[in-house]
């Protein structure tokens, strides 16, 4: 009898532990994703600009240099292009700043420095938008992808404070979440956007004007 109840409670203490070993090792939104940014220096990304790492983040300088004060042309690329992938990055801008996340960037131009970047790959907007009535968001409002479409919420936080953006290139789809909220779904091949690579460098936008970058990770997808 004992020799019994002994194999009757092998498969319930299998289930026990099969349950616990998953509530210790959960999956996670991060499995896949490899690290844009070391936190301690730009290596895997090129610029001419006055980017640079203070404190475990990327930032915009506003110190002199060959551009002065002025909206400089030289954006912080990726040295390696990407297709198809997710790309999660968070970032903190001051009251009315203004920068941008550009993508499927396949000709970068001369020496990296875009005039018009948003003539060869695609921006998603970077602003401080906080406060906006839903209904008023256009392209040019946070979150929205230029000349393409607003975005369908505003979850701008306020200024000074930390946003979340999740990329999503598959294809002919985009999408962006942002902080926790899609609120970008759309076909690339049917907007403005159609004549653009699904390849490319993705950049982060100088716009004259200090922002804050962390948490940089992408997952690359079939």
Request: with cysteine.
């Amino acid at each position: 009898n004992r020799f019994m109840m002994a194999l009757l409670l092998i498969p319930v203490l299998a289930i026990s532990v099969a349950v616990a070993d998953h509530h210790a090792k959960p999956e996670t939104a991060d499995d896949g994703f490899v690290p844009l940014f070391n936190g301690k220096d730009l290596a895997g990304w090129k610029t001419e600009g006055n980017w640079g790492v203070k404190d475990g983040l990327i930032e915009m300088r506003l110190e002199p240099g060959k551009h002065g004060y002025s909206r400089y042309k030289d954006y912080l690329y990726t040295e390696k292009q990407y297709e198809n992938y997710v790309l999660s990055l968070e970032y903190k801008l001051p009251k009315d700043g203004n920068s941008g996340l550009h993508f499927r960037i396949a000709d970068p131009g001369d020496n990296w420095d875009l005039i018009d970047p948003v003539a060869k790959g695609i921006e998603c907007q970077i602003l401080d938008s906080h406060g906006k009535a839903d209904e008023e968001m256009s392209h040019h409002d946070c979150g929205g992808i230029i000349l393409t479409q607003g975005p369908s919420k505003n979850m701008a936080k306020p200024a000074d404070e930390w946003n979340k953006m999740v990329l999503t290139c598959q294809g002919q789809t985009i999408k962006v979440v942002f902080n926790g909220v899609e609120i970008i779904n759309i076909q690339q091949d049917e907007g403005a956007m159609k004549d653009r690579p699904l390849k490319g460098y993705i950049a982060l936008q100088d716009h004259g004007q200090q922002i804050w970058f962390r948490d940089i990770k992408i997952k690359e997808l079939d």
